[in-house]
């Protein structure tokens, strides 16, 4: 899983401010909940994110321009 922290996806479902969404990280990975890194972000269906870092089976991740 570490070796995933840096990958991008597309996220599968909004993340509302301070909330979770889902994001594929690759066809041989599940689905995975998703945060943003920085509280009070809040992110759209279909963005593309960077994983940042991954505490137990939640991802955080960024907007990528």
Known sequence: M???V???AS???PIPENGVG???TSKQHPLH???PFREGMALSQG???RITRIVGTQFFVEPVS
């Open 22 to 24: 889902k994001s594929p």
């Open 2 to 4: 570490a070796t995933l």
């Open 33 to 35: 909940r998703a945060g």
């Open 47 to 49: 963005q593309n994110v």
């Open 6 to 8: 840096g990958q991008t």
């Open 11 to 13: 996220l599968l479902s």
